[in-house]
DNA sequence: GGCGGCGGTGATACACTGTAACAAACCCGC
DNA sequence: GCGGGTTTGTTACAGTGTATCACCGCCGCC
């Protein structure tokens, strides 16, 4: 859940979402590597939505650079472990908070002020798409649903005028 | 020129768009200026979502380069007028058959077989994602839909099993 | 031990997408 | 014709993503 009252907030699940990328890992026998671990990390302590060259920076130390192509791996890698969402309209990362059930759609919440990322799902919204495009007779094989706005706690702190 | 060569989904016809287009923009008072006119034709006639670039190269001939920069302004332009729409997940610009009530959403169909994009609203699909963005305390200010799948066309050509 | 395949990483180069800045051309009313 | 806004040309550059090859570490096999 994507949380607004201060950092130890957002990135107090950065460790349970490290551990969960391990076991998930370990249980489809696949490598969790540091450099793979570093990336997650980067995105999951940035609190809103980070661009490939932005993590590749924020990983990067004087005498060890890390390169925006082996980011680029990196999350290819997480987002096919469904461990990292990216957003289209932000050509952006963000870390899955969500846990989503096979072939579930989800709606991604920007929010224009502080750039948080929340997710959320609805069964009414995928039924009422599910028909829409049936109408049409389309054949749905992925389907991408970005909304832009204020999220509740900005919506608080600036209050209408 | 070439305007009946497939069973495209030119629903309104190039001729017809432009004409509408310069109607529009004579109503508005805005010029409706041979770039301009140019690069709705080649979206128009594509068939198919077309990036920049490829509007650039379409329309340049040996002695007459148009920089995509000119592209550019010119699909800001037709979008700020609502007769271009772009396709985020694609990088890539249609033109809009479509003729939309204000602030009414857009559900883009876009196919990986053909590459044709069709337009379809519904309320439904308004009404339950208004719901949804409620019950998490969102106030949006815009949002994408985009959904790849096979259009109608390219599953009857092909038929499966 | 040596050896070869395999996946991950490093490194360079490149393609694609989009914008900033400034000058020149154009249009339109005065 | 003149002045001011708009449009376009041109160049340069920033941002995003991919191709390619080489190297390394690991693991199974001979
Ligand atoms: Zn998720
Ligand atoms: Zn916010
Ligand atoms: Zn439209
Ligand atoms: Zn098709």
């Not at 793979?36 to 993590?55: N, P």
């Amino acid at each position: 859940m994507h949380r607004h009252e201060g950092h130890d907030a957002c990135h107090a699940g950065t460790g349970d979402m490290l551990a969960r990328a391990e076991g998930l890992c370990r249980e489809r026998g696949l490598q969790f590597t540091p450099l793979r671990r570093d990336v997650l990390e980067a995105v999951a302590e940035a609190g809103k939505a980070q661009g490939a060259y932005d993590i590749a920076e924020r990983l990067s130390v004087p005498g060890k650079r890390v390169a925006p192509v082996s980011v680029y791996r990196a999350l290819d890698f997480l987002m096919e472990q469904g461990l990292v969402h990216r957003i289209a309209s932000r050509n952006a990362f963000i870390p899955c908070t969500h846990g989503h059930a096979p072939g579930e759609g989800v709606i991604f919440l920007i929010c224009r002020t502080c750039g948080g990322v929340d997710e959320a799902s609805s069964e009414e919204v995928e039924g009422s798409l599910g028909r829409t495009l049936e109408r049409a007779g389309f054949t749905p094989t992925h389907s991408i649903l970005e909304v832009e706005g204020d999220c509740g706690a900005c919506r608080d702190r600036k209050p209408a005028p």
